[in-house]
Structure formats: C-alpha cells, structure tokens
Nanobody, 116 residues
C-alpha cells in the first residue's frame, strides 16, 4: 500500500513553468515505476512521463524536450518540471506508482491550467 499526494499545480501563462511534486507515504526505493499521467476534460487519462527504479525514463511525445521527471528515493518524492507550457497542457495531473507487485496506485490529482 502506498498513498500519493501531489502538489505544485496552479494557473500559469503559456510559455511559463511549473514544478509538480508527489510525496509517497512510504519509501519509494523499492517501487519499480513512478510517474505522472494527466487527464483533460472529455479525454482519457494519458501518460506524461514515468521513471523506473534505476532512473530510466519514458516521456509522451508531447512532453519530450519540455518536461523532466525525477525521483528522490531518499525523500520518497517524484517530481515533474514542466517548461514552455502550452494551453493544451491544461489537465488534472496524477501521480502514479507501480511497485513490483504490479498494483497501480494513484494520487488525488492536481490541476494545471495554462492560459493563452
């Protein structure tokens, strides 16, 4: 069992930056995959970026070159630095964890709104 709490969302103008953070309720050093998904109104939840226990990353095409995911096992956190934000990045962003058990865990989500 792991609880995830996101922070850092908000309203930003196009071209601006935000940093999302996710705090886990227990050590993440043994959690295989952590990452971020997002869901815009009327759309399905989609992958933004994930990072595995050895630091390998995977990004959605829309995030490549603009977003950077990182994890701090000592602090049990995973972060998403988002630069050059666009209005189409507007969504609820969810923290995600998948331990080696294969069970998926989700945070409650944080709203990111990018104005044009």
């Amino acid at each position: 069992q792991v609880n995830l709490v996101e922070s850092g969302g908000g309203l930003v103008q196009a071209g601006g930056s935000l940093r999302l953070s996710c705090a886990a309720s227990r050590s993440i050093s043994s959690i295989n995959v952590m990452g971020w998904y997002r869901q815009a109104p009327g759309k399905q939840r989609e992958l933004v970026a994930v990072i595995n226990v050895v630091g390998s990353t995977n990004y959605a095409d829309s995030a490549k070159g603009r977003f950077t995911i990182s994890r701090d096992n000592a602090k049990s956190t995973v972060s998403l630095q988002m630069n050059s934000l666009k209005p189409e990045d507007t969504a609820v962003y969810y923290c995600y964890a998948r331990p080696f058990s294969g069970i998926n865990y989700w945070g409650q989500g944080t709203q990111v709104t990018v104005s044009s």
